[in-house]
């Protein structure tokens, strides 16, 4: 009898795929970037070892995550409001000094009438 040769569909090509070559270059990716692939997988899963839930679980108990998410975004809008006083600062010393110089040619302009009335007046008209 013949044997048959096993013919492959596009599907299941698909499905070795997946199965086979994505991990390995999941795992390869994460050693050229120094990580332990491993653990990221299991983070990313949610599924914890042993030695790493006792040591998360002492930091979370000190810190959860929302609430180190809540400072960061404290420290953030602490540097926002401090760039912006310092623009509202730069900003008012910008105005008197531009109202000064309004005031100077205001009064600049008052002499210069003045003048110009005393030349009328010595001209006659």
Same mark, same amino acid.
């Given at each position: 009898?013949?044997?048959?040769?096993?013919?492959?569909?596009?599907?299941?090509?698909?499905?070795?795929?997946?199965?086979?070559?994505?991990?390995?270059?999941?795992?390869?990716?994460?050693?050229?970037?120094?990580? &332990?692939?491993?653990?990221?997988?299991?983070?990313?899963?949610?599924?914890?070892?042993?030695?790493?839930?006792?040591?998360? @679980?002492?930091?979370?108990?000190?810190?959860?995550?929302?609430?180190?998410?809540?400072?960061?975004?404290?420290?953030?809008?602490?540097?926002?409001?401090?760039?912006?006083?310092?623009?509202?600062? &730069?900003?008012?010393?910008? @105005?008197?000094?531009?109202?000064?110089?309004?005031?100077?040619?205001?009064?600049?302009?008052?002499?210069?009438?003045?003048?110009?009335?005393?030349?009328?007046?010595?001209?006659?008209?």
């Amino acid at each position: 009898m013949a044997k048959r040769k096993l013919q492959l569909t596009a599907f299941s090509r698909f499905f070795l795929f997946l199965i086979i070559f994505l991990p390995s270059l999941f795992f390869g990716v994460s050693y050229l970037k120094g990580e &332990d692939g491993v653990q990221t997988l299991k983070d990313m899963v949610g599924v914890e070892s042993t030695e790493s839930s006792n040591n998360d @679980n002492a930091t979370s108990a000190s810190k959860p995550s929302s609430e180190i998410f809540v400072e960061s975004d404290v420290k953030r809008l602490q540097d926002e409001l401090y760039e912006k006083e310092s623009r509202l600062k &730069d900003l008012y010393q910008e @105005n008197e000094l531009l109202k000064k110089q309004a005031d100077d040619l205001k009064s600049d302009l008052k002499e210069v009438t003045q003048q110009l009335e005393n030349i009328k007046q010595a001209i006659g008209q």
